[in-house]
């Protein structure tokens, strides 16, 4: 049987950060990744994405991503820099390694693959948000006989030349992706509330360092007056300025309902579309724990990243409640730092 003090399941930026501070440790681990390549679910993103941050807060613990050709550098620059920072620290990891279940045998986690059965001490479980897309219930949504696909299955706007498309969703993604499908197609934009479009001078550096001073209770206010910011706000990068020039940024409230052909408006209009592209967000992919009996309501109960049902399981990258901006390039840092101290405390490592 092959045994280890720490499986870290799932190979993107939350797991390599958990690697990075444990191979200062003496401790045995090993990172189980279900995709073919380094990138995690960047790999399932579409071809343009444009982060919104600069490199240097695009940037994993211990080594700074080299200058991009942009202000914001883009998908393909984002995931050779997570290659290079693989190969730079030599972390051991198995592709192609999907989990299936994590069950507890006495006092260790038995990890089924799709390759084999590993034994672990302890277990971090990043894997994030990829795999589980959310879509929201809008009636009659299966009648509706065109194209649906999610933002994480979106690639380009090859395929939705001079087609009526409805992309829903009101973030940075729908901003993005509304931004370049515009180009080749008829588009309306769905959000359930008005668009919050941020000053041109303002990026992920200003949400991360105005979040981080309201998590830390240092300040009930915008720095800026009457600047209304989250992380969730829309950065105008190029492709999105571009878009406002074009003069396509114009969302409009929700539908009530979908019909065979189309959606039907609050008013009672019906309008044809032949693809709608959800830009709804996702939720914390965790079938994998289901056998150990620590989820509710789609989370688990943590303190920091650590789960209180079963204490030798740590979350990493999930988001707020798995560790503040720890879904966040930037932000994942400060939590994989913590975890992996207590994980060297419990095992002594």
Known sequence: MKKYDVIIIGGGQAGLSIAYFLRRSSLSYL??????????????????LQLFTPPEYSSLSGWPMPKSEEEYPMKDEFLSYLSAYEK????PIR???KVLQVEKEADWFKIKTNRDILFAKTVVSAT???????VPHYPKRAVFSGIQIHSVDYRNADEFKNKNVLIVGGGNSGAQILAEVSKVANTKWVTLEDPNFLPDYIDGRYLFNQATQKYLGKTNKNTDDNLRASLSSIVMVDSVKKARERNVLNAVMPFKEFYENGAVWKNGTKEAFDVVIWCTGF???LKHL????????GRIKTEHTRSVKEPNLWLVGYGNWTGFASATIYGVGKTARQTVKEIRAELNG
Do not use: H, M
Not at 32 to 37: A, P, V
Not at 88 to 91: K, L, S, T, V
Not at 290 to 297: C, D, F, M, Q, Y
């Open 88 to 91: 730079r620290y030599d972390f």
């Open 290 to 297: 289901a056998p150990l009996g620590v989820i509710e309501n």
């Open 128 to 134: 994030g948000t990829a795999a589980n897309p959310f």
């Open 31 to 48: 990172i189980l990744d279900n995709q073919e390549k380094c990138g995690g679910s960047w790999n399932q993103t579409w071809d343009s």
């Open 95 to 97: 592709r192609k390694s």
């Open 283 to 285: 939720r914390a992919n």
